[in-house]
């Protein structure tokens, strides 16, 4: 069984303090499929909570189960405490997940330093 014949899309998560952005692609780059969590017209906190998180995650496998894709590479950016449930939702949904990439950048060493006054 190769992955060539299986359909294989990437599957974008971006986790900032006020919301959390889905977006499927396929290699070429092209976006097929986007939601967040302002869509489901929550506001404020209840964005951030695990179960408005599952619910838009359901969404976004639901576009991907219609579009018959089996296989799926998921990249996750940001700090939440829910991309485990991200990572959770959609392998129980028969989505083989192939490859999981955090790619959240982090400073290397930090602004430079203000210069002493001199009195």
Do not use: W
């Amino acid at each position: 069984m190769s992955l060539i014949n299986k359909k294989t899309g990437i599957v974008f998560v971006l986790f900032t303090s006020n919301n959390t952005l889905y977006s499927l692609t396929n290699f070429k780059g092209d976006v097929l499929f986007s939601v967040s969590l302002g869509i489901q017209r929550t506001k404020g906190l209840k964005k951030v909570i695990p179960s408005a998180i599952q619910l838009s995650t359901l969404k976004l496998a639901y576009y991907i189960c219609k579009e018959n894709f089996t296989h799926l590479h998921l990249k996750t950016k940001g700090v939440s405490k829910a991309k485990k449930l991200v990572i959770k939702t959609l392998s129980q949904l028969n989505l083989r997940v192939i490859t999981l990439q955090d790619i959240t950048s982090f400073p290397h060493n930090g602004c430079r330093k203000k210069r002493r006054r001199r009195v």
